[in-house]
């Protein structure tokens, strides 16, 4: 299964235990794959490294570059249409449909998209749910 990730599943996910980790634990077994842009890769990297040095972590740079080696990276979609209420986040959208990817977020403004351009919106444990 494809998947694009929202930033702040990402963060967490770096950082914490829990359900967003676990979504990186399926990607590191190879359970699902990571579709990405450049503007994707950019975003992770600046929101993970910002929320790191402010809480004094580190460990962002080995997964950022593991996903920036294995993911499938889409060209840049063209910007159309707003999607959701926050044009933020209509790049994920989009790089899903590029790919036929599911987009996996706990953001109530991409959730409330689920289905729109044939891109399923599902949340860190219903993605988890969904594998074998």
């Known amino acids: 299964m494809r998947v694009v990730l929202d930033t702040n599943v990402l963060v967490s996910g770096i950082y914490f235990a829990g ?3 676990d979504v990186l634990e399926a990607w ?22 910002d929320f790191g040095l402010r809480h004094g972590f580190t460990r962002a740079d ?40 599911a987009v996996v977020s706990g953001d109530n403004d991409l959730l409330a998209v689920d289905g729109r351009h044939g891109v399923r919106v599902l949340t860190p444990r219903q993605i988890l749910d969904l594998l074998p």
């Open 62 to 101: 080995e997964v950022l570059a593991a996903i920036a080696t294995s993911a499938s990276m889409v060209e840049e979609p063209p910007p159309g249409e707003p999607i959701t209420r926050d044009p933020d986040d209509d790049k994920f959208i989009r790089c899903a449909a590029a790919r036929r990817a």
């Open 19 to 21: 359900v967003p980790g």
């Open 28 to 49: 590191r077994q190879g359970r699902i794959g990571f579709v990405v842009t450049a503007a994707n890769l950019d975003e992770y990297d600046r929101v993970a490294s």
